[in-house]
């Protein structure tokens, strides 16, 4: 009764999030003392890259682990992982675009050599190298193992790219919401409008996922209904 | 009481690209035995060899070879009890004939002072240190029986061993075979037509669209 | 695992050693890039250029990436992968085997790239020395790396060229830690940092190669 509640809800709740953190951020809280409008970036950027780096990314992480792991072994895990992966995909597309509009102003350019931004572009191409490998493979069981290692490795990747890029060189602002011993830095109307983007995308993440696991189940299903043709198909071969 | 099949198979299906390459096969086979595996190209003969190596997933139904269930066993300790033979040639082409047996034997922990033995057994002893690759296609298919030889392996797959043997080559190889099976050791081998060799009595299994048509005797 | 590393790892040099492959087609093919990089410096700073260190190791990812492929040749034909498949080879076994042959193939280009890099981009002979420590567990590192990326993407449809989409990102920190380190030691900088990433990484691939190697090959 809950679970399906939830899921009635997921969508138009998300979608009423999303719609509130537009009006928040663009008519009722102020520009910046500094970076003027720029700032209205903050209640989308942020909340993007936190459910990109973090959100997709590590729940095609956990969704590989507990694949291979042989007593959670099921394609569910395989599907999850799959399709948060695809997710991923897009909010890390998403994530540059919107540091690049901030950056153009802020920096004068459109790509720098900044450390979070090319830990996320490379990240970018370990998500779809993933999407890539699960292309290259046809028998299903090969496929999910390989892209269940290619994930783990990728996510033990994640802090090795990100300390080396970090340490190499970085023009990225520092922690935009805490400081670095969790004082709030952001106020008032700004901090609600930054809480509620982040509540916002991160249910963005499970509708577009959910919705994405349908279709895999759907495309599962025509596989299935295509295999059992198949077999008959062959049984014939000879006979007719 | 009967003693369990090597190879029992029920409703086998196994799939490449989607394509079902083996459609639904039922077939048990006894311990040291020879089994032939017929079709016309296509039909599923090297498929099925493949499915009992341990090589080619089960896609459905049910398969146990030697004692390990295909779906959830462990195929690795399956794969150490068969011994594969495949028609395209089976070893690292740069290294000698004596190197590639030394990696075998050592792989499986055997002892490697048997080595010349079996290669005076199947006539290569001449050719110990030739590298693999100058070796003509017969040559390579003895050196592939020496191979299983070193192995002492509990079922041997042949994919079409008759392939790039002289006259010669075939008698050595029936004479073989009969050591082997009567030693304990199943045998399955494809081939396009049914075995022609009159000392040995095969069990024929004819294939047809990737299913068992018919079995003989 | 120790017992069939070590055989694997033979196994793999011997070829190597009989087909020549290193020796004629991927350190010319080496020796060639790092030309190419010199040209595309152009005539201004090819020759006193402080890119010496980045382009070295930017020419190893290439050549790893052949190396990789080549390791994995090595067992692809159809026949080959079958009976191989039925020695029943301990994973861990064969990942350590391999990766210790195609770390022994990446020092020994790399040793020739870093005289080549020394007469050709004129980086410091001395400083060269120095950095001789970090290449050597670098290239260690992206023998680790590329033998488990190259397990994933063998047999596959396409594994040539996936092979790379695979690899390049996670060779990305081992480029610059090796080039940071590279340079550090040039300049009598400290590398510390570098030391922990190409470490980190080294351990990293070799743990997950271990566990997860037989993961790969069961398929």
């Known amino acids: 009764m809950m679970k399906e509640l939830s899921q009635r809800l997921l969508g138009p709740v998300t979608f009423a999030l999303l719609a509130l953190t537009i009006w928040l951020g663009l008519w009722v809280t102020p520009p910046d003392k500094v970076q003027g409008n720029l700032v209205r970036l903050l209640y989308v950027h942020p909340a993007v890259a936190w459910v990109a780096l973090y959100v997709s990314f590590g729940t095609a992480t956990i969704a590989s682990c507990l694949y291979l792991w042989k007593r959670t072994r099921s394609w569910d895990m395989d599907r999850i992982a799959h399709c948060a992966m695809e997710v991923s995909v897009v909010f890390i597309i998403l994530t540059l675009i919107t540091g690049s509009i901030w950056g153009r102003p802020t920096w004068g350019v459109w790509w720098a050599w900044d450390a979070r931004l090319t830990s996320t572009a490379i990240l970018g191409v370990l998500a779809l190298g993933y999407l890539a490998l699960r292309r290259a493979n046809d028998d299903p069981t090969l496929r999910a193992k390989r892209s269940a290692v290619f994930a783990i490795v990728s996510a033990i990747n994640v802090p090795i790219i990100h300390f080396s890029v970090q340490w190499w060189k970085t023009l990225h602002q520092g922690a935009t919401v805490f400081t670095s011993n969790r004082q709030l830095l952001v106020h008032g109307s700004m901090a609600w409008t930054l809480l509620i983007s982040f509540v916002g995308f991160t249910l963005l993440f499970f509708w577009l996922l959910r919705a994405r696991y349908r279709l895999e189940v759907e495309r599962d299903a025509a596989y299935r209904a295509a295999f059992d043709e198949a077999v008959s198909l062959r049984q014939r071969e000879g006979v007719l | ?217 | 695992m120790i017992r069939i590393a070590w055989l694997v790892a033979k196994k793999d040099l011997r070829i190597e050693a009989r087909s020549r492959v290193l020796l004629w087609q991927v350190v010319p093919f080496g020796a060639m890039a790092l030309l190419l990089t010199g040209l595309a410096l152009g005539p201004a700073h090819a020759g006193n250029s402080s890119a010496g260190p980045g382009l070295f190791y930017l020419v190893m990812l290439f050549v790893a990436l052949l190396m990789i492929n080549r390791s994995q040749v090595l067992e692809s034909t159809p026949g080959t992968r079958a009976s191989i498949a039925t020695l029943g080879l301990d994973p861990a076994g064969v990942f350590l085997g391999k990766t210790l042959a195609l770390c022994v193939e990446l020092w020994v280009t790399g040793l020739v790239l870093l005289a080549g890099t020394v007469l050709v981009l004129h980086t410091a002979l001395h400083g060269a020395f120095l950095a001789l420590p970090s290449v050597l567990v670098t290239l260690g590192a992206l023998a680790a790396a590329g033998t488990l990326y190259g397990a994933m993407t063998a047999g596959g449809e396409g594994a040539a060229t996936l092979l790379p989409v695979l690899c390049l990102p996670a060779f990305a920190p081992l480029l610059i830690a090796g080039e940071r380190a590279f340079s550090a030691a040039l300049t009598h900088g400290g590398l510390w940092e570098w030391w922990v990433i190409v470490v980190v990484a080294l351990v990293a691939y070799v743990g997950v190669g271990i566990l997860l190697y037989g993961v790969l090959e069961e398929s």
């Open chain 2, 1 to 217: 009481m009967t003693p369990s099949p090597v190879v029992h198979l029920r409703g086998a299906v196994a799939l490449s690209s989607g394509f079902p390459l083996l459609s639904g096969v039922d077939l048990d086979l006894e311990a040291a035995s020879l089994n032939v595996i017929t079709g016309a190209n296509g039909a599923g003969k090297t498929s099925l060899l493949r499915l009992l190596a341990g090589l080619l997933a089960l896609s459905s139904g049910e398969a146990e070879v030697c004692g390990v269930d295909l779906t959830n066993g462990d195929l690795r300790q399956l794969r150490r009890r068969v011994g594969w033979l495949g028609h395209e040639g089976s070893f690292y082409a740069d290294l000698t004939v004596r190197e590639n047996l030394r990696f075998c034997a050592l792989a499986l922990g055997r002892p490697t002072d048997e080595i010349d033995a079996v290669l005076a057994r199947v006539g290569l002893s001449s050719r110990v240190d030739t590298i693999t690759k100058k070796l003509s296609a017969g040559q390579r298919r003895r050196l592939g029986l020496a191979w299983l030889l070193l192995r002492r392996a509990e079922l041997w797959l042949l994919d079409e061993p008759y392939a790039s043997l002289d006259d010669q080559g075939r008698t050595f190889f029936d004479a073989l075979l009969a050591d082997v099976i009567n030693a304990g050791a199943t045998v399955v081998l494809s081939a396009h037509d049914p075995l022609r060799a009159t000392t040995l009595r095969p069990r024929t299994i004819g294939l047809v669209g990737g299913r068992v048509r018919e079995v003989a005797p």
